[in-house]
T-cell receptor, first 114, second 114 residues
């Protein structure tokens, strides 16, 4: 079965640079979530989209923005990168309403800011 | 604000032993999820618990949900080394039919020793 696809899988950037992470949800899933997981931490919700509209917002810095496109893929844009942005970034997708509201996680993008 | 706690945070156990991981949450929710994460990897869905009294079992793992007590348990039976990983519970705080971003517990890092 198709899973959530994220690209790139690894990314190294310098401070103050920008980065763009991409997420391709499971086919027919209409909702995308972005999470940030620091070393030894639990995943923290950043932002979500339902049917291409922002549906919820968590602890996403103002330096970050995201959108969901007509084909349902999503991009997380990160500017003025800081050392503290180094983390695993997960995208998850779900189908609403599906009853289980289960979120399926992608493999993650490991961002390292030097 | 929903808070999710797990106990214990670290667990070292011998192969063949049984143990239980506890997940408490602070506000009413009927949806709780258990995930497994290996180091540097994605989150793998283990169980979806959607109602009070729900019990699910898969292999050596069994999860239950008591929504009145706001408590979920993940019971490990006759542990084997392959179960070594970090286990997260996640709660969906929404009360409608559309689901929201998950709030994760801090995770329980399990090491099963031979």
């Amino acid at each position: 079965a198709a899973g959530v696809i994220q690209s790139p899988r690894h990314l190294i950037k310098e401070k103050r640079e920008t980065a763009t992470l991409k997420c391709y949800p499971i086919p027919r899933h209409d909702t995308v979530y972005w999470y940030q997981q620091g070393p030894g931490q639990d995943p923290q919700f950043l932002i979500s989209f339902y049917e291409k509209m922002q549906s919820d917002k968590g602890s996403i810095p103002d330096r970050f923005s995201a959108q969901q496109f007509s084909d349902y893929h999503s991009e997380l844009n990160m500017s003025s990168l800081e050392l503290g942005d180094s983390a695993l970034y997960f995208c998850a997708s779900s189908l609403k309403p599906s009853g289980a509201y289960e979120q399926y996680f992608g493999p993650g993008t490991r961002l390292t800011v030097t | 604000e929903l808070k999710v706690e797990q106990n214990p945070l670290f667990l070292s156990m011998q192969e063949g032993k049984n143990y239980t991981i506890y997940c408490n949450y602070s506000t009413t929710s009927d949806r709780l999820y258990w995930y497994r994460q290996d180091p540097g990897k994605s989150l793998e869905s283990l169980f979806v618990l959607l109602s009070n009294g729900a019990v699910k079992q898969e292999g050596r793992l069994m999860a239950s949900l008591d929504t009145k007590a706001r408590l979920s348990t993940l019971h490990i039976t006759a542990a084997v080394h392959d179960l070594s990983a970090t286990y997260f519970c996640a709660v969906d705080p929404s009360r409608d039919n559309y689901g929201q971003n998950f709030v994760f517990g801090p995770g329980t890092r399990l090491s099963v020793l031979p």
